[in-house]
């Protein structure tokens, strides 16, 4: 999977449901600081991280990091 695109996507995604980053920190029990940095790009999401990430969100793995 392309890391920036799917930073682009996770931060897309966030925006689209309304959600802080704050928020989804809470929701995915990642810090604030990890949510920021892989939205960024300055930090590569693992497969379990962005498993999180995708279930906060409401979405299939696929749907975030658009494979398919």
Known sequence: MESSRVNKRIR???KLRGLTQLQLAE???LS???IGE???GNRA???QV???I???LRI???ELVGEG
């Open 12 to 14: 897309a995604f966030r």
């Open 27 to 29: 929701m995915t029990n």
């Open 32 to 34: 604030i600081t990890i």
């Open 38 to 40: 892989i939205e960024r």
């Open 45 to 47: 999401a693992d497969d």
């Open 50 to 52: 962005v498993e999180r």
């Open 54 to 56: 995708a279930y906060a």
């Open 60 to 62: 299939s793995v696929i």
